[in-house]
């Protein structure tokens, strides 16, 4: 549809922007990422995620990094994270 009226109504009706990021717990480093998404995915059910709202939450949810599983920073070498997804811009029209 490029060139057309209708040229770019799809990423403007359900293109948004997040951010990955991993923060260091005990020294001042944090590293991001940006990227645009169309959709999340989310788990729904269970008694953790019964609601939209649950399952929302449990997505952007910040997960420790620590023991064999630590957060290799190039300036400060192995460390205890937390990585976690923040939401920059929603669409108008988000799909689930």
Do not use: H, W
């Not at 057309?4 to 990422?33: A, D, M």
């Not at 998404?37 to 953790?48: A, P, R, Y």
């Not at 649950?54 to 460390?79: C, H, M, P, T, W």
């Amino acid at each position: 549809m490029e060139g057309t009226p209708v040229s770019g109504t799809y990423s403007q009706l359900f293109e948004g922007e997040l951010e990955n990021v991993i923060k260091c717990l005990n020294v001042k480093f944090e590293s991001s990422r940006s990227e645009t998404f169309n959709c999340i995915q989310l788990s729904i059910g269970g008694d953790d995620c019964s609601t939209i709202e649950d399952s929302i939450r449990k997505y952007v949810a910040s997960e420790i990094l620590d023991g064999d599983n630590q957060y290799e920073s190039v300036k400060f070498g192995k460390q205890d994270a937390k990585k976690f997804i923040r939401f920059k811009k929603l669409p108008p029209v988000l799909q689930v």
